[in-house]
C-alpha cells in the first residue's frame, strides 16, 4: 500500500489484516495511508504519509437506520481476501473469513466499490467493475 501511495500519490488502504493491539479476539482491520507533500505544484513529491486505522467493526457500527433489522455484510479487498459481518443497530459480529451470506438473498445483494477521490484520481468509475448490483451513485 506505501509502494501504491507514492507512485500513485493518492490515498491507499491495506488488505484487511489483524493488528497485534486487538489481542485474541478476531477483529478484521485496515491500515489507510494518506500522503503527504513536499508542496502544492503538480510537480509534488509524496514525503511522507498520516497513517490511519479502520477497524472494520467499528465503522459498520450504528450504520442501519431503526428501519432496518440486520443484515449480513461482506468485505472483500482488491486481492480477494473475504470477511462477513452480522450488523444488527451497534452490535457488529465478525462471522468470519469468507463470504458467509445465505445465498437464499442473493437477489437483494447489493454490492459497492470504493474508490478514494484525490486530484490525482481522473474518474473513479473507471476502476469500477460492472455486474449485477453494482451502484454507481455518489461518485
Known amino acids: 500500500a506505501v509502494d501504491d501511495m507514492i507512485s500513485f500519490r493518492a490515498p491507499m488502504i491495506t488488505d484487511i489484516l489483524q493488528l497485534v493491539q486487538d489481542g485474541g479476539e478476531p477483529r478484521p482491520s485496515a491500515l489507510m495511508f494518506y500522503p503527504v ?4 505544484e503538480s510537480s509534488r513529491s509524496v514525503v511522507g504519509s498520516i497513517v490511519f486505522v479502520l477497524n472494520w467493526d467499528a465503522l459498520l ?3 442501519l437506520p431503526n428501519t432496518v433489522k440486520a443484515l449480513i455484510v461482506v468485505l472483500e479487498t482488491s486481492g480477494g481476501k473475504k470477511y462477513s459481518f452480522s450488523v444488527e443497530g451497534a452490535k457488529v459480529r465478525l462471522m468470519g473469513p469468507g463470504d458467509l451470506h445465505d445465498v437464499r438473498y442473493d437477489s437483494w445483494r447489493k454490492t459497492f466499490t470504493e474508490c478514494l477521490r484525490t486530484n490525482e484520481t481522473e474518474n473513479c468509475d473507471d476502476i469500477v467493475k460492472e455486474g449485477d448490483g453494482i451502484e454507481k451513485e455518489n461518485r
Open 37 to 40: 507533500f513536499d508542496s502544492f
Open 61 to 63: 457500527r450504528n450504520l
